[in-house]
């Protein structure tokens, strides 16, 4: 069964350094996301992304934070520089269509911020 | 503002017992409604989901969940159940055709033997 696949599992990074978190979403996907999670809060969206262009974004993506998909698989989310508030796991998600269809996951990316 | 409530942070059921987590979202429309669990170290797995038409919802692993528009609940059942089971389990929704999923804050199940 085709998934979403995250890379790297784990990042430990310093704060104000930049990090570039990959996903590659499902083959015939076209939607694409990034949620978060902060250890013991709620899984929260960052951002969604079709044709190349965010779609939505939530008031936590900021200008620290852009999405690209530099070819026709992967979809990466960068952080320009780094907080101690930005780590948290964080989730890709993929969906075929809009209108609420259903997003398919990663693993995550536990990124910790020092 | 539109929410998403699982008021269970934790809940403890013996292993073959029946299982019922809550879900209460706010909104002025029906949502979409998902329900997604996560086991440890991995991502969030769709358990399923209701769009619109018979408001009892069957899904995968045994578990069903069942829509009250007047209550504005779609709570996740299970008649009985297994050590397996043991993880978070999420309620999502999305409100609009954004497609941007608002999530409840999880409830962490434990199945006692």
Redesign the interface.
């Known amino acids: 069964e085709p998934e979403v696949t995250q890379t790297p599992s784990h990042q430990v990074t310093q704060m104000g350094q930049e990090v570039i978190l990959r996903c590659v979403p499902i083959s015939n996907h076209l939607y694409f996301y990034w949620y978060r999670q902060i250890l013991g809060q709620k899984v929260e969206f960052l951002v969604s992304f079709y044709n190349n262009e965010i779609s939505e974004k939530s008031e936590i993506f900021d200008d620290q934070f852009s999405v690209e998909r530099p070819d026709g698989s992967n979809f990466t989310l960068k952080i320009r520089s780094t907080k101690l508030e930005d780590s948290a796991m964080y989730f890709c998600a993929s969906s075929v269509g809009l209108s609420a269809d259903t997003q398919y996951f990663g693993p995550g990316t536990r990124l910790t911020v020092l | 503002a539109q929410s998403v409530t699982q008021p269970d942070i934790h809940i403890t059921v013996s292993e073959g017992a029946s299982l019922e987590l809550r879900c209460n979202y706010s909104y002025g429309a029906t ?2 409604l ?1 329900w ?1 669990v996560q086991s440890p ?6 358990l399923l ?1 209701y ?1 619109s038409g018979d408001t009892l919802v069957q899904g995968i692993k045994g578990f069903e969940a069942e829509f009250k528009r007047s209550q504005s609940s779609f709570n996740l059942r299970k008649p009985s159940v297994h050590w397996s089971d043991a993880a978070e389990y ?1 309620c ?1 929704v ?1 409100f609009n ?10 409830t962490r199940l434990m199945v006692k033997p």
């Open positions: 949502p979409y998902f997604y170290g991995q991502g969030l797995q769709l989901k769009f999420f999502a999305a055709a954004g497609n941007m999923l608002t999530f409840g804050g999880g």
